[in-house]
């Protein structure tokens, strides 16, 4: 049966490298796994004020259902001096509340990412463990893929046109879904 894995980029950038390598994931997902790209875009800055008045705001509910419809959850972080961007942490911070928090626990979690720099976000991808772990996630560990100096592996639209790295992320995709 097929597995479906909901991908989060952690960047709004519209070339951004890390889109560009959900895409390309969802592109080279092998046989029996569906990759489906959610989006953080809509979801507004945490605010406890909010969320008591108003609930949890659509864009976030929408993320918590593709979540808890899903077998995994891809994440692909950019690194922000040397953590995680705030816009993502927001993201699952907002989709951890209300039921949220029972949508992450066991939940197979793989987390690759992508920079310009030499280390390929090895940092963020760090960062995100603590966060995973309170979030009881069931972290892949098995595989990991730290795309780094990015100019030379896409194109201008952010699209991943390097063949190595296309290899990489297809082998890292299957260690994935062996473990679903
Ligand atoms: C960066 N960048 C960056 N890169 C890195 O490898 N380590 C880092 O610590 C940082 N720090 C950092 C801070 C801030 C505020 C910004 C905006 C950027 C560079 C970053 O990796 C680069 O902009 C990527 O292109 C961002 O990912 P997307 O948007 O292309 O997916």
Request: charged residues 20%; hydrophobic residues 45%; glycine residues 12%.
């Amino acid at each position: 049966m097929t597995k479906t894995i909901l991908g989060l980029s952690g960047s709004l950038r519209r070339p951004s490298f890390n889109a560009g390598l959900l895409r390309a994931a969802a592109d080279l997902a092998p046989e029996g796994m569906r990759i489906q790209i959610g989006s953080i875009r809509e979801v507004p800055l945490y605010d406890g004020d909010l969320e008591a008045e108003s609930g949890l705001p659509q864009p976030v509910r929408t993320l918590q259902a593709q979540l808890a419809a899903a077998d995994g959850l891809l994440m692909v972080t950019p690194e922000y001096n040397n953590g995680v961007p705030g816009v993502f942490k927001n993201a699952i911070d907002w989709m951890s509340r209300g039921d949220g928090l029972a949508m992450f626990v066991g939940k197979p979690v793989a987390v690759i990412g992508a920079s310009p720099g030499g280390f390929g976000t090895i940092l963020a991808q760090s960062h995100w463990l603590p966060v995973l772990r309170t979030l009881k996630a069931a972290l892949w560990t098995e595989g990991r893929l730290m795309v780094s100096r990015v100019e030379s592996l896409f194109d201008d639209q952010g699209n991943l046109t390097d063949d190595k790295t296309r290899a990489q992320l297809r082998k890292f995709l299957e260690g994935f879904a062996a473990t679903l």
